[in-house]
């Protein structure tokens, strides 16, 4: 059982009360500004601090609930690192007369001051039109951006049209939090490397940055084949969460073609150290919305939609799995759980859902219909 840890008011009565039946020959209370009435609440508050002190060891000494660098260490041991923030790529198209240059390294921007610039040389063809390489000058999440998005040369060529537009750029990611590497640490703890295990797909598959959740089936796509689907929560957040790219196997396969964007990344992390003889498909999963209907619910108010919306959301992404099941049970009790709630019932689902093969089950359209008005009473 846990340790009780006193508080500092029972450490200050018990020193009080250790002195005033020490034995001392007249001492039969302590006035409130005595000399040792002070010296028990500093010995009080000394004995407290080392209680806090002792806590933090015992809380930094587990992997369980270990923090910052002793979390490192315990990461470490077993080859987990934290993913650092990295900066998205893709590629650029601007418009200009045939022949001009654009080089590598040249400046550029986009609409929301996010700065870029090219990683190779490119020049203008004959249809007026060239397409560079190009990566976040910063590293984040939010330098992520679809194909489409309005990119400026910052110092402009002469001859070459300063708007552009990027392709599909992708691999940007924040810092991997505490938490987000405790989980993975703890599924290795759980999940030892085996060799080529399903579990081990899903460890290479999270080391990727930004790689939050992942999922392997093996003979997904056929036999000696390993489907691996990931997810990027936060960053392809406005994505849903799912990977921006093509489906595909690594680079260096030559078995099937290659995958693109996130995908890419992940296939190709995870080609050196899987079994030489799998042949392995990153693929993203395709969203299943599940519906959910509640019936007399109260308070039916925008602000309690909102919380349970977002309960629902955190119990899909606890439960949810490509192909996996949806349980009423399950919703019942993240919506039950919801500060202020007083009654609902769940009219749909009204039976366990099944998503299909490779399809991720999410939150659909929340309906709270109002609760009808009492029936009048008939009259005489």
Known sequence: MPYPRPSLTALRNQ?????????????????????????AWVMAGLAYSVYGYADWIARMGVPFTAQDEYLYAWAALIG????????????????????????????????????FQTTGDGTVDVTGQVTVAIAA???????????GTIIRIATPIPGINSNGTTGLCTGGADAETNDALRTRMLFKYRQPPQGGATADYVEWATEVPGCTRAWAVPNGAGAGTVVVYPMFDDAEAA????????????????????ATGDQLAVADHIYPVQPVNALVYVVAAVPFPVDVTLEA???NTLDMQAQIT????????????PGGWVWPSDLYEAILATPGINHFDIDAP??????????????????????PPPAPAPNG
């Open 350 to 371: 009204a039976d366990p859902i099944q998503a299909p093969a490779g399809n991720l089950p999410v939150l659909g359209t929340l309906t709270c219909p109002p609760i």
């Open 15 to 39: 020193s009080v009360q250790d002195i005033t039946t020490s034995g001392v020959p007249g001492l039969t209370g302590l006035l409130r500004n005595a000399v040792l009435r002070v010296l």
């Open 137 to 147: 000058e910063v590293n984040g999440a939010f330098t992520n951006c679809p194909a």
């Open 80 to 115: 987990i690192y934290p993913e650092p923030a990295t900066a998205s790529t893709g590629t650029a198209q601007f418009l200009g007369n045939p022949g001009l240059p654009i080089a590598a390294g040249t400046p550029l921007t986009l609409e929301d001051g996010t700065p």
């Open 297 to 299: 619910l109260d308070p």
């Open 239 to 258: 994505f849903g969460g799912f990977p921006q790219g093509t489906d595909g196997v690594a680079t260096d396969e030559p078995r099937a073609a290659p």
């Open 310 to 321: 977002a309960a629902l959301n955190d119990i899909f992404l606890a439960i949810g799995s």
